[in-house]
């Protein structure tokens, strides 16, 4: 019989104490330990799933074959560069590091050892997301949501890091193409970092992207569009949900002029275009959550010394796009002139308000 796989998981916080659960109860996986530098924290998830609460991480160096990371972004480079150093396997959650030079430091040290490293870009895994890659489709135009109310959480990051980086890593999955233009702009609401970020990205193969995210927004919504000559797909990955658009053979075939047609056919059109021109398929895709198809993935990639689906590599190229993001966002003059205000925090002064003071303070 194989032996179980001995992991562990460093941070086990809102995500790492999920990844502890799942991992706990995986037949061919032994959890050896978490970490917390939180004592309390530690011990309560070590004992929910019956194995040793640790403080730092060092002494898991010796006792495991691979390691989830799921602390704050601003600790995976010191704690991804120990477990690497010694060849170890690891999983760091999203986004890989904080700066693209921590990235591509952490790569060269992957070679240099031959450690497998995977990064939490956990919609790869979404059964919505899968479905679609099964399909052909050259997207053209790209619109993508990300918005929610502050958590409280990943206040080491702003919302390119945090949120957006979800899409980035997505859009550059789907479009294999290099990138050629970016345009960004952001604003700060709790301070820091930005909270609020539009992005516009154009490709060399005519490809363009509108992304949106946001973590101050009343109401969540995880929501891309895209627009290929195969037909359209919008999928809300909260649901795992796809609603797919394509034009049918006749569309196809014959066209749609409707200067051609007579004027009751004209007509008919509002009503007939779902059912006669284009073909509509809604599905659910129910197959499993993504953060267990993640870590089995991670178990089997480490078993069988395979390349994980969300490599290194890949993550480190989210980050170069999120830091041309950031950058564009950072050099941004709200009046058109650098004298100006310039970047997230630097806002213009308001002029105004948009409603006056009795609805102000009845919202
Ligand atoms: N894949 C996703 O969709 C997703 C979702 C949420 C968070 N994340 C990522 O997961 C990571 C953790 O986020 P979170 O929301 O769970 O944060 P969190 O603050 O809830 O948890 C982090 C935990 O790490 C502990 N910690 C801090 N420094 C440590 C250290 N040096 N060693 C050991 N433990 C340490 C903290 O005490 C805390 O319990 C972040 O990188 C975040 O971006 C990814």
Redo the contacts with the bound molecule.
Sequence with gaps: MTPRLRLAV???????KEHARILAGLPDVELVGV????PE?AQGIARQYGTRAFG??WPLLNLVDAAVV????V??HA?ATDFISHGIPILV???FTSTLAQAEELLGLARQHSALVQV???ERFNPAFEEIQRRPLQPKFIESQRVGPF?G??TD?GVVL?LMI?DLDLLLTLVKSPVQRVEAIGATMLGGHEDVVHARISFANGCLANLTASRVSPRPMRRMRIWAPEGYISVDFARRHLTLVQPTQRFRHQGLDPRLLAPTGRGRIKEELFDHYLQTCEMDCNSGDQLTRELEHFVQCVRTNTAPRVSGEDACSAIALATRILDSVRSHAWTGEGSGPVGPTQLPTPLGFLFPPEEREAA
């Design positions: 460093i941070g086990v916080g809102h995500l790492g970490v917390d530098v939180n924290q730092v991480h799921a602390v704050p972004t600790y995976h704690i959650e999203k986004p939490g870009h956990i958590t959480r990943s990051i945090d979800h």
